[in-house]
């Protein structure tokens, strides 16, 4: 049982580039999110989704852009990396089904240069 | 003023000590997450409770849903419990609104 899979875990970006960080869990969980984590500020919502087909944006959705065509992926697009997108990004997944607990993936670290 | 307040910011015990990290905040709530994140960045449930007390090894989690407030007790602290801890109400649907978390360091 993987869980929650994270790729890249590491990637340098040059301004204006985009890119795609990739979400997949194997729980068959509803409930997808993407967070990024700055220093003093804790993780911020970045894009969620409740299940397949269905999204919406969090508190910081500038610049990312999501889709969900299946209930396993989830991934995040930055469309024109800028430097104040040089984050942590966490993709979690949760469901009713199984206590709402909360699973992790291991983070991706971007940085815009 | 941010939604979640966590107190202390950092804490440093010896080991064997009892440690507590409080949890407060603004928001209705359906629950509340405590998450643990060690040093290489991973972030683990620890527990999810929405009244009352939970309890799992040497740790300990209680809520008052109506003072709106959380802690998170250690009983006899290891430097394995090393790690930042971070108190996540869970709002409308499964949404999440973080606290900034506390960075315990415990030494030998």
């Known amino acids: 049982n993987a869980g929650v899979t994270q790729t890249p875990k590491f990637q340098v970006l040059k301004t204006g580039q985009s890119m795609t960080l990739q979400c997949a869990q194997d729980?068959?969980?509803?409930?997808m999110s993407w967070y990024r984590q700055d220093p003093g500020m804790g993780l911020r919502l970045i894009h969620y989704s409740v299940g397949a087909g269905i999204t919406d944006q969090g508190e910081v959705p500038n610049g990312y852009n999501v889709s969900r065509s299946t209930t396993e992926d989830f991934p995040l697009r930055l469309l024109s990396a800028a430097p104040s997108q040089t984050s942590v990004y966490f993709c979690?997944?949760?469901?009713?089904?199984?206590?709402?607990?909360?699973?992790f993936g291991e983070g991706s670290w971007l940085t815009v240069v | 003023k941010n939604e979640v307040e966590q107190s202390p910011q950092n804490l440093t015990a010896q080991e064997g000590e009892f440690i507590t990290i409080n949890c407060s905040y603004s928001?209705?709530?359906?629950?509340l997450h405590w998450l643990q994140q060690h040093p290489g960045g991973g972030i683990v449930s620890l527990f999810m409770l929405s009244s009352g007390k939970k309890k799992h090894g040497r740790l300990i989690a209680t809520i008052n849903i109506q003072e709106k407030h959380s802690s998170l007790h250690i009983t006899a602290s290891h430097p394995r419990d090393s790690a930042v801890y971070i108190c996540?109400?869970?709002?409308?649907?499964?949404?999440?609104?973080f606290g900034e978390g506390t960075q315990l360091t415990v030494n030998p």
């Open positions: 996540a109400p869970q709002t409308s649907g499964s949404r999440l609104t």
């Open positions: 729980m068959n969980h509803e409930y």
């Open positions: 928001v209705g709530i359906s629950a």
């Open positions: 979690a997944s949760s469901s009713p089904w199984t206590g709402n607990t909360i699973y």
